[in-house]
């Protein structure tokens, strides 16, 4: 997600976003030793998402 869509929304929205994120993360994260993951460059990706959420959250408070 752009980064300018995400300063568009509230930090409780960005708080629910940020839950959501987590919570792929942790899935790819159990399925990745299955072999279950076909993209692993998507934990990048998510990772990075994360870290974008935070810094708004932080920058609103």
Known sequence: ME???LQ???VAELQKM???QRAKL???R???PG???KNVRGI???RRSIARILT???QKQ
């Open 56 to 58: 708004l959250i932080r």
């Open 26 to 28: 942790q899935q790819l």
């Open 3 to 5: 980064t300018l869509d």
């Open 18 to 20: 940020l839950r959501e």
């Open 35 to 37: 072999g279950k993951v």
């Open 8 to 10: 568009k929304k509230t």
């Open 30 to 32: 159990f399925d990745l």
């Open 44 to 46: 990048r990706e998510i």
